[in-house]
């Protein structure tokens, strides 16, 4: 079984894939497979990041693991956009800490506010609806739990055998008030 650990990039999927790993499971970085296996197609100049052929990637993925039934986890701010993966796992972060983070990343000032932008937006969970069924989908806030109680939750949510959980239901999660407090 295949699950996406996807999120803003800052919302830490690195860091909780690094304690899965620890925990046992095998992991799939994506941006290093797309690197390795040759699936960049250029650079996006804007941006300063790579671009990535999803479609090979997807079906990549999908051939090297068809015959695993154990859970591997693919990790990338592209994940969701694998349509080969059966659930989605997305890492949520309020806009002040995730500042803190991408800061603690020592990125650009604009990719800073790029990023915080998307995740008020809900990009990341707009794009995943458009493409999995919602009961496939599972949200964590990831704002004020240590590494450890997010891999904790992941942990929970396969426990649980992917049925739905209330407190990661998607559509909880809104950080729009952040956009109105410029108007107060
Ligand atoms: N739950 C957390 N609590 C506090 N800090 C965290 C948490 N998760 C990650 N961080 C910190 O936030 C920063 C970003 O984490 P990380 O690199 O894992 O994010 P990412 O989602 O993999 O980002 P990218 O998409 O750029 O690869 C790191 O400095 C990390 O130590
Ligand atoms: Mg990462």
Redesign the pocket.
Known sequence: MLVGIS??????????SYLLKKNGYKIVDL?KTAIKKGFITGIDKKRNSKIIDIDRLDTYIKEKYADITDIIFV???IAHLLQNIDKIII?RCHPD?LKK??I??KWRKEKIMENIEAEILDIILCETTDIHPEENIFEID?TQ???E??AGSIIEIIKNEFKPMKKYNIGKIDWSEEILKKFQ
């Open positions: 999120g803003t990039p800052g919302t830490g999927k690195t860091s909780v941006n990790e990338g701010h890492l800490e983070r991408l603690q990343k990831t739990k240590p590494i109680t997010v």
